[in-house]
């Protein structure tokens, strides 16, 4: 996918390496100077069916910045659904107020089936556990921002660890499908029962990227560019006493990057938790903060693509 | 001394219709079920010795042929099932079941907070891989193999 305009914005798996390459591009356009009228008289519909600080903050925010105006609801309890109105004829109402969607939805599937339903732009913000294509593309943003464009040139392979709650974790799989169309080498580090699954694992290896899984991360962090960390939770045990030696065992401390590359950063989607020590934030690795900031220009690239600003 | 009749089960050829064969013995009346129809007249053999499947069932139904949703159900349950078309009871083709690419309402996802469960939308997978069986749900991108499969 080359051509965004008035696309539906809905998995990470519909992306080809070029697609995602013009997206990072393009947000490192906007990070520099976002064009202000850009998106003026464009008006973005936010469909929030399930609470969202950051993105939907960013998304209303990188509308803004562009000239464009929002309407929607962060609280489906205000809204017809309540009233047992279907989502297809929440979509189809829409369409008749707003020239693009962002919907989040607890439902698995929901972005899709809202896509097919509407003849304007749906991105998926979030659908269950299933995708949140946006959050991946700012991650790889991230990256390429941090590593010296090392995934639009292409000549060094990214060395990535990703650590915490693999197997459930939509981030993480997400990143893993993306980065699959990259040289990449993936350190997956998790304990036994919340490791990746085997078909992220055989996404990877079948893109020819070296794999390597673990349950101790510090002999490899002086080999990684990028550490991503995600939260462990609690819900997912059946055994308390299981989860909080598994939970002690992956909070990243300050004193753990002592022997790290120059280039390395610490990522995470947040909210943080408890599975990255605050003495860490002061260190020069720590990225997430800048990670959810790096939201509005890939969010604003998203936006004048599929609104047709930009070809 | 009264003569009677000898008793024999005649499974005779069928004049035009749809014979299926090849299918694992276990599955047989699985495939039954999937085509049953009041008015259909059907004969059914199970468990006879096959030498690649080890036991094998087929069923032959006259005056009917498969819609293609038919087939991909039999594909999805029975790959190694034949399909074969008689006409004045001769076969007329003969083909292995094979699944299309996509395969729409006839599988539920067993995902329950997928929105093929939430809302009034056919189920649509994209078929990954034949044997072994993994589909992918359109919607919620699921994969499912054949022990979790349930045909609507």
């Known amino acids: 996918m080359l051509d965004f305009q008035n696309k539906h914005i809905v998995s990470i798996r519909e992306f080809t390496k070029e697609g995602l390459l013009k997206i990072i591009s393009l947000a490192e356009k906007m990070a520099e100077k976002p064009p202000q009228d850009l998106l003026k008289g464009k008006i973005l519909g936010t469909l929030f069916f399930e609470p969202s600080t950051r993105t939907r903050l960013s998304f209303e925010s990188a509308m803004s910045r562009l000239g464009g105006s929002v309407v929607g609801f962060a609280d489906p309890k205000s809204t017809s659904t309540q009233k047992g109105e279907t989502l297809d004829d929440t979509i189809r109402m829409i369409n008749g107020y707003a020239d693009a969607i962002v919907m989040r939805h607890p439902v698995e599937g929901a972005a899709r089936f809202a896509s097919e339903h509407s003849s304007i732009p749906v991105i998926n913000a979030g659908d269950g556990a299933n995708q949140h294509p946006t959050q991946t593309l700012l991650d790889l943003y991230s990256i390429e921002k941090t590593q010296e464009k090392i995934l639009s040139e292409g000549k060094k392979t990214l060395k990535i660890g990703m650590i915490g709650d693999l197997k459930y974790g939509r981030t993480v799989h997400s990143l893993t499908i993306a980065l699959s169309m990259f040289k990449c080498e993936f350190y997956f580090i998790a304990p036994k029962?919340?490791?990746?699954?085997?078909?992220?694992?055989?996404?990877?290896?079948?893109?020819?990227?070296?794999?390597?899984?673990?349950e101790n991360i510090e002999p490899v962090i002086p080999e990684l560019d990028i550490l991503y960390s995600t939260r462990i939770q609690a819900e997912r045990f059946f055994d308390i006493n299981e989860y909080n030696m598994v939970k002690n065992a992956y909070v990243l401390k300050a004193d753990l990057f002592k022997n790290v590359k120059n280039n390395f950063k610490i990522l995470h989607p947040?909210?943080?938790?408890?599975?990255?020590?605050?003495?860490?934030d002061s260190l020069p690795y720590a990225y997430y903060f800048q990670q959810a900031a790096n939201g509005i220009p890939v969010r604003q690239a998203i936006l004048a693509l599929v609104l047709g600003a930009i070809k | 001394m009264n003569s009677q009749p000898k008793k024999e089960l005649?499974?005779?050829?069928?004049?035009?219709?749809?014979?299926?064969?090849?299918?694992?013995?276990?599955?047989?009346?699985?495939?039954?079920?999937?085509?049953?129809?009041?008015?259909?007249?059907?004969?059914?053999?199970?468990?006879?010795?096959?030498k690649s499947?080890?036991?094998?069932?087929?069923?032959?139904?006259?005056?009917?042929?498969?819609?293609?949703?038919?087939?991909?159900?039999?594909a999805l349950i029975a790959p190694t099932a034949k399909v074969n078309i008689v006409k004045d009871y001769k076969i007329t083709s003969k083909s292995q079941v094979f699944l299309p690419d996509q395969i729409k309402g006839i599988v539920k996802c067993n995902n329950p907070i997928c929105i093929t469960n939430k809302e009034i939308t056919p189920s649509v997978f994209d078929v990954l891989k034949a044997l072994p069986l993994k589909l992918r749900c359109h919607y919620c991108e699921r994969t499912m193999g054949s022990k979790d499969l349930h045909l609507l």
């Open chain 1, 193 to 214: 029962i919340l490791r990746m699954p085997d078909d992220y694992l055989h996404v990877a290896t079948d893109a020819g990227c070296k794999i390597h899984q673990m």
């Open chain 2, 10 to 50: 005649s499974v005779n050829a069928i004049e035009n219709g749809t014979v299926i064969d090849h299918i694992p013995g276990e599955i047989t009346l699985k495939v039954v079920e999937i085509l049953s129809n009041p008015d259909d007249v059907m004969t059914i053999g199970v468990n006879l010795p096959s």
């Open chain 1, 270 to 280: 947040l909210p943080r938790i408890e599975e990255i020590d605050r003495g860490v």
């Open chain 2, 53 to 74: 499947l080890n036991k094998k069932g087929f069923v032959k139904i006259s005056n009917r042929f498969l819609t293609k949703e038919e087939t991909s159900k039999i």
